[in-house]
């Protein structure tokens, strides 16, 4: 009975293992559209990234044809910026929710570049 239990946590650490391989694609990918959309942006045009958090104290994220810029600071490139925000929420659940909120700005970032809105 005791193995039991053990083989369902083992089962379910494999399936978590399996989730988190999952989040590093689907960042990877939200990461490269990201990319894609800023090369789109002019020197002095750029989208306000709200809600999302890369470390403590919660700042403004811009991003640019640079890449992400925060004021007074060095501008960090999206596939780094997307990592440590992933990384940032500690747990899966948490992963999953920024990259709903990711994808909810990739498809805001659509929008306004298709209108050319900003």
Do not use: C, W
């Amino acid at each position: 009975m005791i193995s039991d239990f053990f083989n369902s946590i083992d089962k379910l650490n494999l399936k978590i293992d399996e989730i988190e391989k999952e989040i590093e694609i689907q960042a990877e990918k939200i990461s490269e559209e990201f990319k894609k959309k800023s090369t789109k942006l002019k020197e002095n045009e750029n989208y306000f990234l709200s809600g999302i958090q890369y470390g403590v104290p919660l700042k403004s994220y811009l991003i640019t044809s640079k890449g992400i810029e925060v004021l007074g600071e060095e501008v960090i490139d999206i596939n780094v910026f997307i990592k440590e925000v992933i990384n940032f929420a500690n747990n899966p659940k948490r992963k999953i929710e920024v990259l709903k909120e990711l994808a909810n700005h990739l498809q805001k970032f659509h929008e306004v570049i298709a209108t050319k809105k900003i």
